[in-house]
């Protein structure tokens, strides 16, 4: 049976509220450039690369070290913050436990030798000493580093012929007022937060497989290897799929080159990628990039969001994975395009992506789901998960950090399922022409960038005439009933 989202103290959403969300300081895109250039020994499962980094320093002072997330770190042996807890493991290693890693090997800066380290809370962070860089200078820093891929059903590593490269080279932090962010790897959701840079990566693989990956590809053979020449300009991440499995299937819409890879032909696949393409550039704005790659694999989640990538599992059939589908390639508007604080503010990309879903079922009616339907279905399932996680610690509240929440589930009905109903909530109050209106300023004003909670809905409050603080603040702190 259908019930209504009743808003305790639904008065607040006029009223000015104390919380004090954070100013909206418009990142602009910065001049880092990424020049990659790695190789995969498919018998041993071991990449080796080595990494060219143009830094730029779009900040206010002075640095004197770059520091670089180690997100590989988290799959070894001992590793403190593992990245598969120990309830997931069964699903996540049916093989058995494997192990993997990241190994640096060297570290210039100028081409010049300098005092480097691996530090962290977790052994995650490579510190790289370099001669002080001025706000808007540059540093040349060049990385050499090895990675053994543990055979896993996981973002990193590799399982039934599959390689998974996501988050898998050093990647320079994200700094705000308090410094260097080296936020560890949690075991849920996605614990990363960086800002837009260009890549060049060459990716060398065995003759006759398939590479996926972010940006525009070309491919050229020899000495029985082929190498995969990528380039993508204004991302913020860089991942890649493999496979001598993968069958290539490509179409055009909008303007956009969208492939499809997986171990058989899947036109049905091809075409929900299309189709969602069509969708979001019609409700949100232009898709952000000239191509979008969708790549099956071995992965223990739904799926995983690149930068014009996206990995779906390759555990999904039929309607499941029509919705996996629809939900990764909605990232690329809501955390590729226009980036978020996973850690601090995971609701914001994902609750954004679950709605977009129900949006794109919304649009697409030959499907048979209603927005009704979908919207009933989450409100129940949340309510039961309320009464069963009721006496857990911060029930009910989206304004906590990854590390915060006592398990996947609780995390996944904050972000994801309670986020869907505040969006769906905030659309009936303010009207659709009011809601779309923000979500296309939105969009528009940040991509590109990084958007806290004060920016989204500053936008909605300039699309609607309303004070909107009050409600998005009984939504994130809990004093929203959902009932």
């Known amino acids: 049976m259908m019930k209504k989202i009743a808003l305790i103290a639904a008065a607040l959403m006029l009223a000015v509220s104390a919380l004090a969300f954070a100013a909206c300081g418009k990142e602009e895109k910065d001049g880092t450039l990424y020049r990659i250039s790695a190789a995969l020994d498919a018998d041993n499962m071991i990449v080796t690369a080595s990494m060219d980094v143009h830094y730029f320093n779009s900040g206010e002072s002075g640095l004197d070290d770059l520091q670089f997330m180690l997100y590989p770190s988290a799959y070894r042996e001992g590793a403190r913050y593992a990245a598969v807890s120990e309830s997931e493991q069964g699903e996540a290693y049916p093989h058995g436990m494997s192990y993997g890693g990241v190994t640096i090997s060297e570290v210039t800066v100028g081409g010049e030798s300098c005092e480097w380290a691996v530090g962290g809370e977790d052994e995650d962070v490579l510190i790289v000493s370099v001669p002080e860089i001025a706000p808007g200078g540059y540093a040349d820093v060049s990385v050499k580093f090895t990675l053994a891929l543990p055979e896993t059903r996981n973002r990193f590593g590799h399982m039934d012929g599959v390689v998974n490269l996501g988050n898998w080279y050093p990647i320079v932090a994200m700094r705000d007022e308090s410094g260097w962010r080296t936020d560890p790897y949690y075991s849920y959701g996605d614990p990363f937060y960086s800002s837009v840079a260009d890549y060049e990566v060459t990716f060398t693989v065995p003759e006759g497989w398939e590479v996926a990956g972010t940006g525009s590809v070309s491919a050229s053979l020899g000495d029985g290897n082929a190498t995969y020449s990528f380039t993508a300009s204004g991302v913020r991440d860089f991942a890649m799929s493999a496979s001598a499995n993968y069958v290539c299937a490509e ?30 550039s019609r409700l949100f704005g232009e898709y952000p990039y000239d191509t979008l790659s969708v790549a099956i694999t071995p992965f223990k989640e739904g799926g995983m969001e690149y930068p014009s990538f996206v990995m779906v599992s390759d555990a999904l059939g039929g309607d499941m994975k029509t919705e996996a589908i629809v939900h990764e390639i909605s990232h690329q508007w809501w955390y590729a395009a226009v980036g978020n604080d996973q850690i601090n503010e995971p609701w914001m990309d994902e609750g954004l992506a679950e709605y977009s879903t129900t949006l794109y079922y919304e649009n697409n009616p030959d499907l048979g789901v209603t927005t009704q339907d979908r919207i009933a279905d989450a409100m129940q399932s949340y309510i039961l998960f309320s009464d069963v996680y009721s006496d857990t610690e911060g029930i009910g509240r989206m304004d906590r950090p990854l590390g915060s929440y006592s398990s996947p589930t609780d995390y996944a009905f904050h972000a994801y399922v309670k986020g869907e109903l505040m969006f769906d909530s905030l659309r009936h109050i303010i009207g659709d022409e009011a809601f779309f209106n923000g979500l296309k300023a939105y969009y528009s004003d940040y991509s590109g960038r990084v958007a806290d909670a004060g920016c989204l809905i500053a936008e909605f409050e300039k699309s609607s005439g309303l004070g909107l603080v009050g409600f998005f603040e009984s939504w994130l702190s809990g004093t929203a009933s959902v009932m």
């Open 251 to 280: 179409r055009e819409t909008n303007g956009v080159k969208v492939r499809y890879y997986s171990s058989s032909e899947d036109a049905e696949g091809l075409d929900t990628a299309c189709r969602a393409v069509e969708t979001f």
